[in-house]
């Protein structure tokens, strides 16, 4: 993508060619957009990512991007719940043996063993775990609940006190 690409992706809010279009150190959006915006943005960006794993370390770098307001992630709503969570906050994670890493938890647990789920929204049938958690309000990226998921985005080296249970079976 050129410069002029960039721009007209820009003028037409497609954050996803913004963001991924370049490798990171070299994305010419750190000087054509401030940081509430590129915060905002970023949302709408993970909001619609699907498998994060896949583009982790562009991910890692955005995410911890040494920009302001890092709040603007969140919504109003979603930042006066988040100063309300405990300190520190015990999260959920629902995957599969491979992937118990992530960046994405849940403070719902109940919700986090919804997850993995398969192409039609439906829980994997395959094993899979949760971990139980904690994590530092210090560490957190965002608090977001769109779809219910009440997800905590943080730094998987963030994460401790951290033990695993098998999730058992469901059917259709």
């Not at 905002?40 to 498998?51: F, G, I, M, P, V």
């Not at 919504?75 to 043996?97: K, M, N, V, Y």
């Amino acid at each position: 993508m050129d410069l002029d690409e960039f721009q007209v992706a820009l003028q037409k809010d497609n954050w996803d060619h913004v963001f991924f279009s370049y490798p990171v150190n070299e994305q010419p959006y750190s000087s054509k957009i401030n940081d509430v915006t590129y915060w905002k943005n970023l949302r709408l960006t993970w909001q619609y990512a699907d498998e994060i794993w896949k583009n982790e370390k562009v991910w890692r770098e955005l995410l911890m991007a040494n920009r302001t307001t890092r709040e603007e992630f969140m919504e109003p709503d979603e930042q006066i719940t988040f100063a309300g969570l405990s300190d520190p906050i015990e999260i959920f994670r629902g995957h599969l043996e491979h992937n118990a890493d992530g960046w994405s938890w849940s403070t719902d647990r109940d919700k986090a063993m919804e997850f993995p789920i398969d192409e039609e929204g439906f829980p994997k049938q395959t094993t899979r775990f949760l971990s139980i958690a904690k994590v530092n309000k210090t560490c957190v990226i965002a608090y977001l609940t769109h779809a219910f998921e009440y997800e905590i985005i943080i730094p998987p080296e963030a994460v401790y006190d951290r033990s695993n249970q098998q999730i058992p079976p469901t059917s259709r």
